[in-house]
């Protein structure tokens, strides 16, 4: 069964840090770009950053709203791809998702989400 | 950064229903757009990519159309399961964005 599981989500302070994981099975996962997006409660869906595949140098992309704050990582190995989040703020707060693309194709496979939430 | 527009942002209508939901780029992306249908407290689930193409899985019912600027997603007979939320989103330039969502509810 093809799946990405996301994990780490938490009740953090602002200024605080949190580091997401997102494990993917059933399909290949060094062969997909894997993407971050969050959905704020009641919001809509924000794209944050996506990590290339080994093929495409694991190059990264981010929006400004996170960049110099959080960080997308993976690791092949474990099949896994990380989202650490540093110096967060109350508008941080959200579910997030992971998702990832084959080439050719877009977001056409997503975790079941984890909330990170903001506050003192 | 790319805007994406969806109109409208909420419809009712009924079961057997032909529907379609409008979505524009702030400026030409080819096909590089993509739909996804959002339940509450679900996943977004994909539909469409290359604004034509289906997603495995995904009934023939859903139509997608459009290039550069405008693009449609048309629903032929509406099922229960298909009242829910639908994004579009352009991944031709980064940042990738989303449109703000169209709300398909019961009549």
């Known amino acids: 069964e093809v799946q990405l599981v996301e994990s780490g989500g938490d009740l953090v302070q602002p200024g605080g840090s949190v580091r997401l994981s997102c494990a993917g099975s059933g399909f290949i996962f060094s062969d997909h770009h894997m993407d971050w997006v969050r959905q704020a409660p009641g919001k809509g869906l924000e794209w944050i950053g996506r990590?290339?595949?080994?093929?495409?140098?694991?190059?990264?992309e981010y929006a400004a709203s996170v960049r110099g704050r959080f960080t997308v990582s993976r690791d092949d190995s474990q099949n896994s791809v990380y989202l650490q989040m540093n110096s967060l703020k109350t508008e941080d707060t959200a579910v997030y998702y992971c998702s990832s693309s084959a080439e050719g194709n877009c977001f056409d496979k997503w975790g079941q989400g984890t909330l990170v939430a903001v506050s003192s | 950064d790319i805007q994406m527009t969806q109109s409208p942002s909420s419809l009712s209508a009924s079961v057997g229903d032909r529907v379609t939901i409008t979505c524009r780029a702030s400026q030409g992306i080819g096909n590089s757009l993509a739909w996804f249908q959002q339940t509450p407290g679900k996943a977004p689930k994909p539909l469409i990519y290359?604004?034509?193409s289906l997603q495995s899985g995904v009934p023939s019912k859903f139509i997608g159309s459009g290039s550069g600027t405008d693009f449609t997603l048309t629903i032929s007979s509406l099922q229960p399961e298909d009242f829910a939320t639908y994004y579009c989103q352009q991944y031709k330039t980064y940042p990738f964005t989303f449109g703000p969502g169209t709300k398909v509810e019961i009549k």
């Open positions: 290359a604004a034509s």
């Open positions: 990590i290339r595949h080994k093929g495409r140098g694991y190059t990264t």
